[in-house]
C-alpha cells in the first residue's frame, strides 16, 4: 500500500482539507481492491487457483471463475494464459471494470501497449468503480510511454520531412528557462511554462504537443537552453514535433525581486521573425505576467480573445506567491515522475487556494499515477505456483444451445434440435437420385 504522509497545512476554507482527506482515502480504496492476491502465502494461493479451477470444471462459462482466475495468473506473470481466460470472461461481461483492467494489463505485457491504451481509454464509458479509475490512471502512465517511444521513432527515420509535417494550428511551448542563480526564483521555471501549456488547451481548434514529447525529444538531441536561442535549432525541433508555432523564452533575476522577462513566439510554419515579449517586474507579479503573455499569444495566433476564454484564463491561476511556488514544486516532482510527492503538493495547492480548480484535478491524477504504477500494482512481484491444471473449454454442444436461444429470441422462433435427415451426394447418388442438376432449358436470345 501507498503511504500518503500528511501534516497540518495552512488552508483557506474547509473546501480543500476534506479534499485531501477523500484523497487519502480514494488511493487507499485503489491498493485495497486492486491488490486482491497480494499478501497470500502462496499455499493460500495455489488453493485459490485450485478453487476456481475446480468451479470451471462445472461451469465453463462461470464468468467470476473465469476472471478472478486470470487475474490470479497476471500475478503469477502467466500472461498469456491470464488473457486467453480474460478474454473469455470480457466476452460474456463485456463492461466488467474488473476483467477489462486485467486484460489491459496483460496486452501491456504481452507486447501490445497500444492495444492496452485503447482498451484503458474507454474508461470514461464504464461505469464508476475502482477499476475504471485504475484503467485511468493505467492510460496516462501509457500515453506517456508511448509519447517517448514516438519521439524516438521519429528520430529514428533517416529521411524525416520536416517541411511536410507541420500543422498551423499545433504549438509547442518549450521550457522557460531560469537563467539567474537565485534558488528562490529559479523554482517559478516549471510553473511558468505548465501554466502557458494549461492556457492553450482552453483555446478550440489549437492542438498543443504534449510535453512528455518535448522533454524526450530535448533529451533525445541532447538540446540545451542556449540551444533554443538558434532559429535552426527551434525550427528542426518544431517541425519534428508537427508544431507551426513554438513558444520559448527566460528570465534571469536583475535584483532580488525583480525579473528579466524575455518570452518568443515563433511562425516556423511561414518563416516569420518571432515576436518578442520582454518585461522587468517584480518577482510576485510574475502570475500576472504570464496572463498578459497568454493573452498576446491569442491576438498573434487567432486575431481576436473571445470574453468568455479570457475570464477562464485569467482565473486559471494561483492567486498568491505561495501556491505558485508549492505549484511549481508540484509540477517539477511530476515531470520527474515522483507522483505521489506531485499528489501531496497540488492536493496542498487547493487546500491554500480552493479558486483554483487545475490544482485538485492535477492532484487526483498524480493520486492515479501513483496507485497504478507497476510497482504500486505488484504485478512485477511473482507469485510462484508449481502445479499445472487444465481449464476446461466449454462444452460445444451447449455453445450450440446458447446460440439457438439467442436467434430464437431475436427471430421470435423456437429452434429445436433434432437428427439431421438429410443425405450426402454420395448416399443420394447410390439410392439412384441424380444428384446434379437438371439440363437446363438455352439462355434467351440478344435483342435485335
Known amino acids: 500500500m501507498i503511504r500518503i504522509k500528511t501534516g497540518k497545512q495552512p488552508r483557506k476554507g474547509?473546501?480543500?482539507r476534506s479534499y485531501g482527506v477523500i484523497c487519502i482515502a480514494f488511493l487507499i480504496t485503489y491498493a485495497c481492491c486492486v491488490l486482491p492476491v497480494q499478501g497470500q502465502t502462496a499455499p493460500v494461493f495455489r488453493k485459490s487457483i485450485q478453487e476456481w479451477v475446480a468451479i470451471l470444471r462445472e461451469d465453463p462459462n462461470n464468468v467470476e471463475a473465469l476472471r478472478e482466475l486470470g487475474v490470479r495468473l497476471v500475478y503469477a506473470q502467466e500472461y498469456r494464459r491470464a488473457k486467453a481466460l480474460l478474454l473469455r470472461a470480457m466476452r460474456l461481461a463485456p463492461r466488467d471494470t474488473k476483467t477489462i483492467f486485467y486484460y489491459g494489463i496483460c496486452l501491456e505485457f504481452t507486447g501490445s501497449p497500444r492495444k492496452a491504451l485503447a482498451l484503458y481509454q474507454t474508461y470514461n464509458q464504464l461505469t464508476p468503480s475502482p477499476f475504471r479509475n485504475q484503467?485511468?490512471?493505467?492510460y496516462y502512465h501509457l500515453k506517456k510511454d508511448l509519447a517517448r517511444e514516438d519521439v524516438r521513432l521519429l528520430l529514428d527515420q533517416t529521411q524525416l520531412q520536416v517541411d511536410t509535417i507541420r500543422a498551423a494550428n499545433t504549438i509547442a511551448v518549450f521550457p522557460i528557462i531560469y537563467l539567474g542563480s537565485n534558488d528562490q526564483h529559479e523554482i517559478y521555471e516549471a510553473a511558468f511554462t505548465d501554466l502557458?501549456?494549461?492556457?492553450l488547451r482552453k483555446i478550440k481548434g489549437i492542438e498543443v504537443v504534449d510535453p512528455v514529447r518535448i522533454q524526450t525529444l530535448m533529451e533525445e538531441m541532447s538540446a540545451t537552453s542556449l540551444d533554443l536561442k538558434r532559429n535552426d535549432v527551434l525550427y528542426k525541433l518544431g517541425s519534428i514535433l508537427g508544431a507551426g508555432w513554438v513558444i520559448c523564452g527566460a528570465f534571469d533575476s536583475?535584483?532580488?525581486?525583480?525579473?528579466?522577462?524575455?518570452?518568443?513566439i515563433r511562425d516556423i510554419l511561414h518563416k516569420k521573425p518571432p515576436n518578442r515579449f520582454s518585461a522587468a517586474d517584480f518577482h510576485y507579479n510574475i502570475v500576472d505576467y504570464e496572463k498578459k503573455i497568454?493573452?498576446?499569444?491569442?491576438?498573434?495566433?487567432k486575431g481576436r480573445i473571445d470574453p468568455q476564454l479570457e475570464m477562464a484564463i485569467q482565473a486559471n491561476r494561483p492567486h498568491d506567491l505561495e501556491t505558485f511556488r508549492l505549484y511549481s514544486r508540484a509540477v517539477r516532482y511530476e515531470t520527474q515522475g515522483n507522483w505521489e510527492y506531485a499528489a501531496r503538493d497540488f492536493d496542498r495547492v487547493y487546500q491554500l487556494d480552493s479558486r483554483f480548480p487545475l490544482a485538485r484535478e492535477r492532484a487526483n491524477k498524480n493520486y492515479l499515477m501513483a496507485a497504478t504504477s507497476v510497482e504500486a500494482l505488484g504485478v512485477m512481484k511473482k507469485m510462484e505456483f508449481s502445479q499445472t491444471f487444465h481449464v476446461p473449454n466449454p462444452d460445444l454442444n451447449q455453445l450450440i444451445q446458447n446460440r439457438l436461444e439467442i436467434m430464437?429470441?431475436?427471430l421470435g422462433a423456437?429452434?429445436?434440435p433434432g437428427t439431421n435427415s438429410r443425405k450426402g451426394a454420395a448416399d443420394a447418388a447410390g439410392s439412384g437420385i441424380n444428384p446434379g442438376l437438371v439440363e437446363l432449358p438455352p439462355p434467351p436470345q440478344p435483342p435485335e
Open 14 to 16: 474547509g473546501a480543500g
Open 135 to 138: 484503467m485511468e490512471g493505467r
Open 196 to 199: 502557458i501549456v494549461s492556457d
Open 254 to 264: 536583475a535584483a532580488d525581486n525583480i525579473l528579466n522577462m524575455n518570452i518568443y
Open 294 to 301: 497568454i493573452l498576446e499569444i491569442i491576438k498573434i495566433i
Open 408 to 410: 430464437a429470441g431475436q
Open 414 to 416: 423456437v429452434f429445436v
